[in-house]
């Protein structure tokens, strides 16, 4: 019985390495270095010893009633790329979310914002005209949650492109499946 498993787990591995997608190596082409600016914040004014409602309180002063809630538009293409394990972008997600940085980007231009293991996430600005900058990495770890929640297999793995209706993407594949994507 243990040998009927096995050769079952094999073939179904066979047939998701032969499944796997074509890539367009114009796509993904050009990587640059992400402009790493001035943390967010130098002075948080919310101290980790506050309590739920004192740091409630504090956030809900200081927000600007001006502002409105969006809705978070997105198309999303599954199954695109190679496939990486799903825990391998959630680890890259945490990565971005400790970033304090803000990301820039130039027009047309798509850079790996986070790489392990083979997998990789990639953030692009498809405005050929203008710079792209985000206010934190944390959108771009949410927008792999995204493509994780919703493109991953039975079997835990993913890949997938999130196009963002502001211009930008994220693409979360394996790495060193198209030229000039070395893998990490």
């Given at each position: 019985m243990q040998f009927l498993t096995s050769i079952l787990l094999l073939a179904v591995l066979a047939l998701t390495v032969a499944a796997a997608p074509a890539v367009d190596?114009?796509?993904?082409?050009?990587?640059?270095?992400?402009?790493?600016?001035?943390?967010r914040s130098a002075d948080r004014d919310i101290a980790f010893d506050d309590t739920d409602a004192a740091a409630y309180a504090r956030l809900k002063a200081g927000a600007n009633s001006t502002l409105q809630a969006r809705d978070y538009n997105y198309e999303l293409e599954c199954n695109k790329?190679?496939?990486v394990h799903s825990y391998r972008v959630v680890e890259g997600m945490k990565y971005l979310d400790r970033l304090t940085t803000t990301p820039k980007?130039?027009?047309?231009?798509?850079?790996r914002v986070s790489c392990s293991w083979e997998t990789a996430?990639?953030?692009?600005n498809d405005d050929p005209?203008?710079?792209?900058?985000?206010?934190w990495f944390a959108r771009l770890a949410r927008s792999a949650e995204i493509i994780v929640d919703h493109c991953a297999n039975s079997v835990?793995?993913?890949?997938?492109?999130?196009?963002?209706?502001?211009?930008?993407r994220v693409v979360?594949?394996?790495?060193?499946?198209?030229?000039g994507d070395p893998k990490c």
């Amino acid at each position: 019985m243990q040998f009927l498993t096995s050769i079952l787990l094999l073939a179904v591995l066979a047939l998701t390495v032969a499944a796997a997608p074509a890539v367009d190596t114009l796509d993904i082409e050009a990587f640059d270095a992400i402009d790493y600016s001035l943390p967010r914040s130098a002075d948080r004014d919310i101290a980790f010893d506050d309590t739920d409602a004192a740091a409630y309180a504090r956030l809900k002063a200081g927000a600007n009633s001006t502002l409105q809630a969006r809705d978070y538009n997105y198309e999303l293409e599954c199954n695109k790329y190679w496939f990486v394990h799903s825990y391998r972008v959630v680890e890259g997600m945490k990565y971005l979310d400790r970033l304090t940085t803000t990301p820039k980007l130039g027009p047309s231009r798509c850079t790996r914002v986070s790489c392990s293991w083979e997998t990789a996430i990639h953030w692009c600005n498809d405005d050929p005209d203008h710079s792209m900058e985000l206010q934190w990495f944390a959108r771009l770890a949410r927008s792999a949650e995204i493509i994780v929640d919703h493109c991953a297999n039975s079997v835990g793995m993913v890949s997938g492109t999130l196009y963002n209706a502001d211009g930008w993407r994220v693409v979360v594949k394996k790495t060193g499946d198209v030229e000039g994507d070395p893998k990490c």
